[in-house]
């Protein structure tokens, strides 16, 4: 397409989702589903999504791929310390940090605003709540 304009080309989520989970070693699964979007950035910002979950959330990363209406739902889900409630808006703004997670962890800096760019160029968003039993699940749609 031409610059700014999102590419329509039919992106297989399970399979995106089941090859970035492998990447990191993250069980994967759902329902098969298309979307039309630009592969190369989903992809980019389910590998972010993944390897955070990996790096803050241990071995337990699940990645699920569903549909809820009319939307596509890729949901990461980790065992990490969970994100304070306060802080589950701004995690995707560019350069922030969640206090006390300090420069040496590598931090989330630019990995999750970048993901909430992806999403919403593809008239999606993305979100951080709490998951079940501690840590955190970030869905994009």
């Given amino acids: 397409g031409q610059e700014g304009q999102p590419v329509h080309e039919p992106v297989d989520l399970l399979g995106l989702a089941a090859e970035e989970g492998a990447r990191v ?52 889900a980790d065992r990490g310390p969970g994100v304070p409630e306060a802080y589950r808006e701004r995690i995707f703004e560019p350069f922030f940090r969640l206090p006390g997670h300090a420069e040496r962890e590598g931090g989330v800096g630019l990995g999750l605003a970048l993901v909430r760019q992806i999403a919403e160029a593809h008239r999606g968003r993305v979100a951080c709540t709490p998951r079940e039993g501690g840590g955190s699940v970030f869905s994009q749609r």
């Fill in 25 to 76: 070693g993250a069980d994967a699964g759902g329902e098969p589903l298309t979307v039309a979007g630009e592969e190369r950035l989903l992809r980019r910002a389910l590998r972010n999504l993944v390897e955070n979950a990996r790096r803050y959330g241990g071995q337990a990363v699940e990645v699920t791929v569903r549909r809820e209406g009319a939307e596509a739902v890729v949901q990461v």
